[in-house]
């Protein structure tokens, strides 16, 4: 294929695509409008099977599927970043030093610890309840975590963080939310339908059917991919040298 063909190929789908938008854009909703068909039908799937948040309805019941490639996305870009970031063969391990701390710096951040992982665990547990879920929680608990390296040093985020656990963790929660889509094939109804389970009572932690386990899946998912993701990053700033000593 020569360059004239691919030129006419690109422009071919590029005024393809342009008509499509152009005839999307004349079709959308008035602009400051009160009604939302999609929104009306969302807040109706989601209360008829008793989940409070219909974020976290439409993420891990309505459009399940559609979390799965999100969260396909995260675990490839973890696994891509792992690969990427080993240790080469002209490179060496150096045993990081201890740096002081500002006492202010480590009294907030020992303080503040304990509070946002709890904090991130509790947006995970209620993200059929509340605002937040699975990848708000996630995140929170992941980057509390790191608080540690900034009020002691990094052999001390190394003893709570045992990267290898978390490689394991992540690739577990992944298969988690896999292997919670299947079961419901298993039991007649499609992939990742919310029938699995019984809806329980509206806006208690047992709500929501296949929800509560679908968003604790990500929660674990995201957090230990963000827990790997940084660790391999810190590795190479901290202890991963040339052999040249770079």
């Given at each position: ?152 040093d990094y052999r001390a985020l190394e003893r709570v963080r045992p990267v290898g656990r978390y490689e394991v963790g992540d690739a577990l929660s992944a298969s ?71």
């Open positions: 294929m020569n360059r004239r063909v691919r030129l006419w190929l690109v422009a071919t789908g590029g005024v393809g695509l342009a008509a499509l938008l152009v005839a999307a854009c004349f079709d959308l909703p008035a602009f400051g409008g009160a009604r939302h068909p999609y929104g009306a039908r969302a807040v109706r799937a989601s209360l008829a099977r008793h989940t409070a948040n219909v974020i976290s309805s439409v993420n891990f019941d309505q459009r399940a599927y559609d979390t799965l490639g999100e969260m396909s996305i995260l675990f490839a870009a973890v696994l891509g970043c792992v690969v990427l970031l080993r240790q080469a063969r002209d490179e060496h391990r150096a045993k990081p030093e201890s740096a002081e701390v500002d006492r202010l710096v480590r009294g907030y951040s020992l303080t503040v610890l304990p509070v946002a992982v709890v904090t991130g665990l509790y947006v995970i547990a209620h993200g059929q309840l509340s605002p937040g879920g699975g990848f708000q929680g996630g995140v929170v608990a992941a980057t509390a975590l790191h608080l540690l390296y900034l009020g002691a988690a939310y896999v292997v919670t889509g299947l079961a419901g094939v298993l039991a007649g109804t499609a992939f990742l339908a919310n029938t699995l389970l019984p809806y329980g009572t509206f806006n208690t932690l047992s709500s929501g059917g296949t929800v509560p386990l679908l968003n604790a899946a990500i929660g674990m998912e995201v957090a230990c991919a963000v827990v790997v993701l940084l660790a391999r990053f810190l590795d190479q700033a901290v202890e991963i040298e040339e052999e040249s000593g770079k």
